[in-house]
């Protein structure tokens, strides 16, 4: 019976490779702008009572997933930068961490008390409950830590990019959290609260967008990836620090893989390795980020994590009329790294749209021998643009024409993504977008075969 069932799932996952044909969707989303909700509605309201933490968020707190980094603001006063947590198992066994706070000011705005505690020592596959706002008004969360690292482990990721605090965006995050599949932890590609495109980089964006993303990171641990909207490099009213709000509000364990800055860093989670990248911060030979990738690939142990997944923010594929071939430089520095260490996915945002190509490389060409060319490699990534998060820009829906050979699958439209690692050698991955009310549609879907423990072809066009 098992072993029926085992091969009637290796037909189904064969068949599935040949199921779509490389394509622009058909698939016409009505044009209307993207407009960022007004500062009253109620995805932004404050919670009640003296001091109240809010825009609580989380992350993973060191390299394996055994720690987690809490973050809140009060407003107030600063309050205790405490966190109260317990585990389902030992209900009656309250620990205690502390952390410390920091504020800001960016022009004419001053950010409140800006808390980060980190959670250390946490048990693998638990439940824990936690409490902040110790001494005045508390606020209970709770979250769920990710297996132990094991090659077999199954996880679910979402992803997300580009998001904003429109009308959009508010569907986009629903739909996520609708999603039946139900997503573990978020892999974000960058662009956060386009605070950026309000006037003076209005850092009251910045709040709204924290409380507006609660209900979701501040359960499961968003993976943070760093995009132009977080520069917010603007000298014009006197603020040259480059990610001054976000290096405040957020934080990444950077350090637990030896990285030098937050804006570049890797986590194991479950099965997977996933490496963050910085497309704005300087990767030129010799750089600290180049320096780190060249000493980090190696490390990766397939053995142990046998998912490789990096996330960016500027696409290095793109057969959008918008930010073309930006990635383009990282591209030539980095490409033939993703090919040697047979990277299996590499998630990006920035233009507002949905793309999947193929597994394919570009990295033969030499000055001389005119080979410029993408080429289908197995040994390569599959590149999924995933900008289309539904940010106040609007979408991305001028194309280039024809269709490139190495894009499998493109389409104008808000939405998510939802990759489901099954064991060391299955995952499968869906899109799904934000007109579709019944949220299991998958809109483009495939089975990847992993690179290191079944590297057969998985291409979804002939």
Same mark, same amino acid.
Request: glycine letters at 6%; aromatic letters at 16%; one cysteine or more.
């Given at each position: ?9 290796? !037909? ?19 044009? +209307? ?252 030979? +010799? ?20 998912? !490789? ?142 690179? +290191? ?10």
């Amino acid at each position: 019976m098992a072993l029926a069932f085992y091969c009637l799932v290796l !037909l189904l996952l064969n068949v599935a490779v040949f199921c779509n044909g490389g394509k622009t969707s058909t698939f016409i989303r009505k044009p +209307y702008k993207s407009v960022d909700m007004p500062l009253d509605s109620d995805v932004f309201v404050t919670p009640r009572g003296y001091n109240a933490p809010q825009q609580v968020h989380i992350t993973q707190g060191d390299h394996e997933g055994k720690a987690m980094i809490v973050s809140w603001v009060t407003v107030d006063e600063p309050g205790k930068s405490v966190v109260h947590y317990w585990s389902d198992d030992f209900p009656h066994k309250k620990k205690v961490a502390k952390g410390n706070f920091v504020t800001y000011r960016f022009f004419n705005y001053t950010s409140g008390f800006i808390h980060h505690c980190t959670l250390g020592n946490l048990e693998f596959d638990t439940k824990y409950h936690y409490e902040v706002g110790i001494g005045h008004t508390r606020r209970k969360f709770w979250f769920k830590t990710p297996p132990e690292v094991h090659p077999d482990v199954p996880y679910t990721f979402g992803l997300i990019g580009d998001l904003g605090q429109t009308f959009d965006s508010n569907k986009t995050l629903t739909h996520y959290e609708s999603n039946p599949k139900k997503g573990q932890a978020v892999l974000f590609v960058g662009d956060l609260s386009y605070a950026d495109d309000h006037p003076n980089h209005d850092n009251v964006r910045w709040d709204t967008w924290a409380r507006f993303v609660e209900r979701s990171v501040a359960y499961q641990p968003w993976i943070w990836t760093t995009g132009n909207h977080e520069i917010d490099f603007a000298p014009e009213i006197g603020e040259i620090e480059p990610y001054k709000p976000f290096t405040y509000r957020y934080r990444v364990p950077y350090k637990a893989s030896g990285s030098t800055a937050p804006y570049w860093y890797s986590i194991k989670r479950a099965s997977a390795h996933i490496i963050v990248l910085a497309s704005y911060s300087a990767y030129g030979k +010799y750089t600290p980020q180049y320096d780190w990738l060249k000493a980090e690939l190696p490390k990766v142990d397939r053995t142990k994590t046998p998912w !490789l997944i990096v996330l960016l923010h500027s696409p290095w594929y793109n057969s959008y009329n918008y930010h073309y071939m930006e990635g383009e430089s990282m591209r030539v520095m980095f490409e033939p790294w993703f090919v040697k260490y047979k990277v299996d996915v590499v998630f990006a945002g920035h233009v507002h749209a949905y793309e999947r190509t193929e597994r394919i490389s570009n990295i033969a060409y030499n000055i001389t021998n005119g080979r410029c060319g993408p080429v289908k490699d197995q040994s390569a990534p599959v590149y999924i643009t995933i900008g289309d998060g539904g940010n106040i820009e609007g979408l991305a829906n001028n194309m280039t024409e024809p269709q490139p050979k190495y894009s499998a699958y493109r389409e104008a439209s808000f939405g998510h993504a939802i990759l489901e690692i099954k064991n060391r050698t299955h995952a499968h991955y869906s899109w799904h977008r934000n007109e579709d009310r019944d949220y299991a549609v998958e809109a483009d879907s495939m089975w990847f075969f992993n690179r +290191y423990w079944h590297p057969l072809d998985d291409s979804t066009t002939k």
